[in-house]
């Protein structure tokens, strides 16, 4: 296909995609009362696990090197990340239903990516609530830690906002390809994507090493927030790990592994499936 | 017309047997279990230190003793609000429960506890074994708190079960539960003293989460097990876990001869 071919096309092969998406909006909209509900559900656990955070940091005035107000701009992070990626392709987490059900056989007859059609199957407006919390907590935080206004500043946040959504964007990707492996044991990648949730949220310098392996470089949850968070308010986090002060700004190189790491899970998965016969 | 005692015995049998299938789940559980374990050390663990040693009265062991304890019984106590019963009462199959000689509260309790107790086995022993090995419980200090304990364990999976199921009649009344369900698992989590022992919580809050039933599911049995808690006050712990445990059965009750009354089942 030539250069030319694709400029055109791209807004005509985007089309069933927008057609897709318009209508998940205006069904999930016209049931009005039970949009109410999942918006407040939604608000109410984006709420619960600031209250997690910020009921620990009451207590004490530090813990590994952050206090109240940098670990709600490192959970405000790692929050408005995992909300987005979670609105985008949460339902990965779906794949073992749609295994079991055999329902997964319909997405590969159609003749489009399939990542594509599950990212759109089932796109929660709801969780647009929980987001709401982190952005209110990252203006706060931002208020508390007062960073100084400067390009700098304004660079490194979006640079960590856009790799914290991506590498979980990858962790989703990265689990929904195990578990076409896994199917009921789809819990142990709960362990890692909700886990490197709760995580991100944790200031580095208290794990051990086994967890800074597994959490702080295989799946990269502490570039997601922390790391970011210690370049920007210079704090002294990254030299007892042993990183240079800038390593907040690898946080684009963390995102790329984890892409790398969805992308093979993901293709060894979908290779592996066989269908759901009948 | 209502079932023998030994026909609960036999739904409780039964739902220990029905878990016992899920292997591949039990080891997914373990493996959440764990790691959320680790990472609840990691923070817990700084917090008691950046505080000199002491937090509202938990030292590092007594926090390992909570951690590993509160995780080893996540996969026995419901916090998560999903019940095949809530899809019956939608669908209206559960008038066919009705129509069975046994107490459909009855029957749904034995089953859950059954499920309950089994997933002590694969998940719940080798949980606290991971937290025993690699990080370290103390014992706690009075020999009487490991069957005190085991009480207070029996009775928090039985609230836990009782209180799910006033959560799936709810579905008598209202057509749509999964909000309700959804609500249920953020709130529960949290007031049973999860990620965050309830007595951290600022006043109010820990007031807030003592008028729920959620800290009598994780939080009661955990502080007696550990022994945080000892004499009066272990049993004081068990004493409102009892009280909770007359309430939803009650609540239950009520609900389901109202709710049974409401029953609508759509033939055709």
Same mark, same amino acid.
């Given at each position: ?13 985007s ?28 608000l109410?656990?984006?709420l619960?696990?600031?209250?997690? @955070?910020?009921?620990?940091y ?30 985008? @392709? ?7 239903? %749609?295994?079991r ?28 609530a ?29 640079v960590?906002?856009?790799?914290a ?28 994507v ?18 800074l ?24 986090g ?15 190189l ?25 | ?6 026909? %609960?015995?036999?739904?409780l ?44 009265? %938990? ?6 003793? %909570?951690?590993? &304890? ?30 069975r ?32 090995l690699?990080?370290?419980?103390p ?11 085991l ?5 928090? &999976? ?7 199921y ?32 309830i007595w ?6 820990? @007031? ?20 945080r ?40």
């Open positions: 296909m030539s250069r030319t071919d694709t400029a055109p096309g791209l807004a005509a092969r089309a069933p995609y927008r057609a897709v998406i318009a209508s998940r909006v205006s069904s999930q909209r016209s049931h009005r009362t039970s949009f109410r509900v999942d918006l407040l559900s939604s109410l656990v984006g619960v696990e600031l209250a997690e @955070v910020a009921v620990l009451l207590q004490v005035e530090r813990i590994g090197g952050l206090d109240l107000a940098a670990a709600l701009l490192v959970f405000a992070i790692a929050d408005v990340g995992f909300s987005v990626a979670d609105m985008v @392709v949460g339902h990965c987490d779906n794949i073992p239903t %749609y295994v059900a055999g329902t997964l056989d319909v997405f590969y007859l159609r003749p489009q990516p399939l990542l594509l059609q599950l990212m759109t199957s089932d796109l929660q407006l709801r969780r647009i929980r987001a709401a919390v982190g952005v209110v907590a990252l203006v706060v935080a931002l208020g508390l830690t007062d960073p100084p206004f400067t390009v700098r500043t304004v660079a490194l946040l979006v960590a906002l856009v790799s959504t991506l590498c979980f964007a990858a962790m989703f990707v990265w689990a929904g390809g195990v578990q076409f492996f896994l199917i009921d044991g789809a819990e142990t990648t709960n362990a890692f909700y886990g490197g949730r709760y995580a991100a949220t944790q200031p580095a310098t208290v794990w051990g090493r086994p967890l392996v597994v959490f702080g470089f295989f799946f990269p949850m502490a570039f997601t927030a922390y790391l970011p968070v210690v370049t920007l308010l210079d704090l002294d990254g030299q007892q790990l042993g990183l240079p002060g800038w390593i907040g700004w690898t946080a684009p963390a995102a790329l592994w984890a892409w790398a790491l969805a992308a093979v899970s993901w293709r060894l998965g979908v290779r592996h499936y066989q269908g759901g016969g009948g | 017309m209502r079932g023998s005692g030994r026909t %609960y015995w036999r739904l049998v039964a739902g220990f047997r029905r878990q016992s299938t899920y292997r591949l789940a039990a080891l997914g559980g373990l493996v959440a279990n764990a790691t959320f374990g680790f990472l609840k050390v990691a923070i817990l663990f700084a917090a008691v230190r950046a505080a000199g040693g002491e937090l509202e009265g %938990y030292d590092v062991g007594a926090i390992s003793a %909570y951690i590993w &304890v509160s995780q080893a019984m996540l996969g026995s106590v419901n916090l998560n609000g999903r019940t095949d019963l809530a899809e019956r009462i939608r669908t209206g199959d559960v008038a066919v429960d009705f129509l000689p046994v107490d459909v509260q009855g029957a749904f309790v034995a089953t859950e506890v059954g499920r309950s107790l089994f997933a002590f086995l694969p998940r719940g022993l080798p949980t606290l074994a991971i937290g025993v690699v990080v370290g419980v014992l706690p200090d009075h020999a009487w708190a490991l069957p005190l304990g009480v207070s364990l029996l009775l928090a &999976v039985t609230i836990s079960a009782t209180t799910v006033l959560l799936a009649t709810s579905g008598f009344w209202i057509v749509e539960t999964r909000g309700l369900q959804i609500l249920y698992m953020v709130l529960s989590g949290f007031l049973a003293g999860l990620f965050i022992p951290f919580f600022p006043e109010w809050l820990a @007031v807030l989460a003592s008028a729920t039933p959620f800290p009598a599911m994780l939080m009661y049995p955990t502080d007696v097990l550990s022994g808690v000892d004499g009066s006050g272990a049993l004081m712990h068990v004493l409102v876990q009892v009280g909770w445990l007359l309430a939803t059965v009650a609540a239950g009750q009520w609900l389901t001869r109202a709710g049974r009354r409401r029953l609508e089942v759509q033939g055709g």
